[in-house]
Nanobody, 114 residues
Framework: QVQLVESGGGLVQPGGSLRLSCAAS????????MGWSRQVPGKQRESVAT???????NYADSVKGRFTIPRDNSKNTVYLQMNSLSPDDTAVYYC????????WGQGTQVTVSS
């Protein structure tokens, strides 16, 4: 089992920045992918960013150039650095950990509003 603990959501004004954190613990694998997905009520869940164990990253087109997914291997933690936020980024953000299966965090609300 893998446990994911997220933090860092909240309310931010358009154009602002926010950083989410996700700490993984438990039965971690040497080969894995961690990432962030988001969901707006009534819409499908969208993968936002992923990072593999070898450091390869992928970003949704909607966030390229604005979001990054740095990590701290010593803490088994990934982050989602979100810059130039717009109201369209408002969603519940979920951390994911994928090895033999995908684990999901509890979700954290990000609201972009003036």
């Amino acid at each position: 089992q893998v446990q994911l603990v997220e933090s860092g959501g909240g309310l931010v004004q358009p154009g602002g920045s926010l950083r989410l954190s996700c700490a993984a613990s438990g039965s971690l694998s040497r080969v894995y992918e961690m990432g962030w997905s988001r969901q707006v009520p009534g819409k499908q869940r969208e993968s936002v960013a992923t990072i593999s164990n070898n450091g390869r990253t992928n970003y949704a087109d909607s966030v390229k150039g604005r979001f990054t997914i740095p990590r701290d291997n010593s803490k088994n933690t990934v982050y989602l650095q979100m810059n130039s936020l717009s109201p369209d980024d408002t969603a519940v953000y979920y951390c994911t950990y994928t090895a033999y299966r995908t684990y999901w965090g509890q979700g954290t609300q990000v609201t972009v509003s003036s």
